[in-house]
């Protein structure tokens, strides 16, 4: 995803913000109606790391912040367990907008948002996208595979390293198998950053299998899904 004119944070928290700016008055599905705020996603411009969930809930619609929620406090223990802070990270979801009544996101509706998470993708350029449960792992993954077999491994993407799992209100329904499921993917978060800085350190990097396709392609154009 990387390109030879690499955005620098101050362009990249910019470019985000006035991303941020459009999407507050975007109206291209019926969600623009019944929302309270747009949730447009939150954190560090230049982190390594971008997580990618579903869409708002009712707390994150009236805060205009991601998992702000029980699902929330969860993902900060997960990430505190693997040495990153919510500040380190940028987190995101499929759509901008709730679904009245918590409903799943409708395939118009994803469509609606997938420019805005297409260009944040873009602009952050992390090392890791981390997707939580069936709707963001689907998308990106372009897969009708669902969560409990796509997750315990990190996928090739474009250049960078894709990790599902499960999403946190799974494990608050009361599994611990979800639960230690999710602590195993976010330790193989940890590890690649880990392998990214000791390669950096080495003045080498390892290179994806799409590191090619990727190469002959402009970033802002690429499918990413």
């Not at 939150?42 to 998992?67: C, H, M, R, T, Y």
């Not at 250049?159 to 993917?185: I, K, N, Q, W």
């Amino acid at each position: 995803m990387s390109s030879d004119t690499d955005h620098s944070p101050h362009t990249r928290a910019t470019e985000l913000a006035a991303l941020a700016e459009r999407a507050a008055s975007c109206t291209q599905c019926e969600l623009a109606a019944t929302r309270t705020t747009v949730v447009f996603g939150a954190g560090d411009a230049d982190a390594s790391v971008v997580i990618v969930g579903e869409g708002p809930g009712k707390n994150e619609d009236e805060q205009g912040l991601p998992f702000v929620g029980r699902s929330g406090a969860l993902l900060d223990r997960l990430l505190g367990e693997i040495r990153l802070a919510r500040d380190d990270v940028y987190i995101a979801n499929v759509v901008k907008c709730r679904p009245p009544s918590n409903r799943d996101p409708r395939p118009a509706e994803i469509d609606a948002c997938k420019p805005y998470l297409r260009q944040q993708l873009v602009l952050i350029d992390p090392v890791v996208v981390v997707t939580l449960g069936n709707f963001s792992s689907k998308l990106l993954l372009t897969t009708d595979i669902g969560i409990t077999k796509l997750r315990g491994q990190a996928y090739p993407w474009w250049g960078r390293h894709l990790v599902p799992t499960f999403h946190p209100a799974a494990a608050l329904r009361g599994s611990a198998r979800v639960l230690e499921a999710m602590r195993e993917d976010f330790t193989c978060i940890r590890r690649i950053l880990d392998d990214t800085e000791s390669n950096k350190m080495r003045g080498t990097e390892p290179r994806s299998s799409n590191d090619r396709e990727t190469e002959q392609a402009d970033p802002e154009q690429l499918d990413l899904f």
